[in-house]
């Protein structure tokens, strides 16, 4: 049975950072790429960030180049969003997912593409 929790969220201020973290269990991770996805009130989800299953490609959506970074623990089984000078354009509850098997990320991202979400975390930038 595959597990996918994210855990880091919370309350920011504009200009502030937080790292999200996601933890999988019940697959062999190093296989498999995976990605970064939120949504805000009333909007679809989106593609945040992708990573490839050996970390080596990554992919950033528009809105978070230059202030966002994924990036993996192979070993630790483990995916990070870390997230920098926060605006509140980024409020959202943001999901890890994993890839489909064979899945070679790109961009844009597509939430079909990946078949295992966490529940969430919710991410709040206000002042």
């Known amino acids: 049975q595959v597990q996918v929790v994210e855990s880091g969220g919370g309350l920011v201020q504009p200009g502030g950072s937080l790292r999200l973290s996601c933890r999988v269990s019940?697959?062999?991770?190093?296989?498999?790429?995976m990605g970064w996805f939120r949504q805000a009130p009333g909007k679809e989800r989106e593609g945040v960030s992708c990573i490839s299953a050996s970390g080596h490609s990554v992919y950033d959506g528009v809105s978070v180049k230059g202030r966002f970074a994924i990036s993996r623990d192979n070993k630790q089984n483990m995916l990070y969003l870390h997230m920098n000078d926060l605006t509140v354009d980024d409020t959202a509850i943001y999901y890890c997912?994993?890839?489909?098997?064979?899945?070679?990320?790109?961009?844009?991202?597509?939430?079909?593409?990946?078949?295992?979400w966490g529940q969430g975390t919710q991410v709040n930038v206000t002042s």
């Open positions: 997912a994993v890839a489909m098997p064979g899945y070679g990320v790109g961009w844009p991202v597509a939430p079909d593409h990946f078949d295992h």
């Open positions: 019940g697959l062999r991770f190093e296989d498999y790429a």
